[in-house]
């Protein structure tokens, strides 16, 4: 992640969290403490990057990392060790966990869809199904489970959609119109419902064609028509349920939105040493 847009999130999320200060450490001593970050759960670690960036910000802390993203690790697993002002450690505690527990969840769920799936030709790929605000966590986390981001944002390629197909009035218009109004470096992407559809975008040289909502079967086959050097996607209705039926489908990318927008945060705790957790 860019250390400069961390930091920008990181210090809007700390205000919204600490704009008035902690209240829960007024009547404590401020001391140097130890503490440690721990799995309660397996799975896949990703957002060890935020721990540094936002202690650093509440004017530093000696953080010692125990894993790497990406790494998989077992329940009971030390993450990381921190020391540093109480203050410091256990305000800014709970922006870490919030990242760094759904971070995690994605990254479990992106190397479970990838394990599922089982076909290294195929790549499987975020959307743009993301919460307001965390998508460069979010895309960052979907790297470290083992998948790969689509587009970042709108300015990151065309992709023309049923609503575009609409205004343009066909799928060949909405291609020519776009290819005229971009320069060489921007791929222009379709969605095609139809194989009368598929064939106008193979016709008006699309750079990606998206098979949308349709079955393995129906993938395997409109893959067959596509010549090379166009780049194809099957989307719409993939999920951890599903995914492994397009196991040898012949595709370029699965993008899957539940990666993002249906995640199970894993169980990570921050423990001061010599605290007793009930």
Not at 178 to 189: D, H, L, N, W
Request: one cysteine or more.
């Amino acid at each position: 992640m860019n250390d400069f847009l961390l930091k920008q999130k990181l210090t809007a999320f700390l205000k919204e969290d600490l704009e008035f200060g902690d209240a829960s450490l007024t009547p404590l001593p401020d001391h140097v403490i130890e503490g440690t970050f721990i799995a309660k759960a397996d799975g896949i670690v990703c957002g060890l990057q935020v721990i540094s960036a936002v202690y650093d910000l509440l004017d530093g802390a000696e953080v010692e990392l125990l894993v790497s993203d990406g790494e998989k690790v077992a329940k009971k697993t030390e993450l990381a060790r921190v020391k540093g002002s109480a203050a410091v450690l256990l305000s800014g505690e709970r922006v870490i966990l919030n990242l760094l527990q759904h971070m995690s969840g994605i990254a479990t769920k992106t190397a479970q869809a990838v394990q599922l799936l089982a076909d290294p030709t195929i790549k499987i790929v975020d959307t743009r199904k993301t919460t307001p605000g965390l998508r460069m966590f979010e895309k960052a986390a979907v790297r470290a489970g083992g998948g790969f981001n689509h587009r970042m944002g709108l300015t990151h390629g065309i992709m023309l959609k049923d609503n575009h197909l609409a205004l343009a009035g066909s799928v060949g218009k909405a291609i020519d119109l776009a290819k005229q109004s971009v320069g060489p470096m921007t791929r222009v992407e379709v969605e095609v419902e139809t194989e009368s559809q598929l064939q106008a975008a193979i016709a008006h040289h699309a750079d990606v064609i998206m098979f949308d909502n349709q079955t393995p079967a129906t993938t395997k086959e409109w893959q067959k028509l596509v010549p090379d050097g166009i780049l194809t996607e099957a989307s719409g209705g993939i999920d951890l349920t599903t995914v492994a039926s397009y196991r040898g489908c012949g595709v370029d990318f699965l993008s899957i939105g539940e990666l993002t927008n249906r995640v199970v945060p894993l169980d990570i705790s921050f423990l001061v040493n010599g605290a007793v957790k009930s």
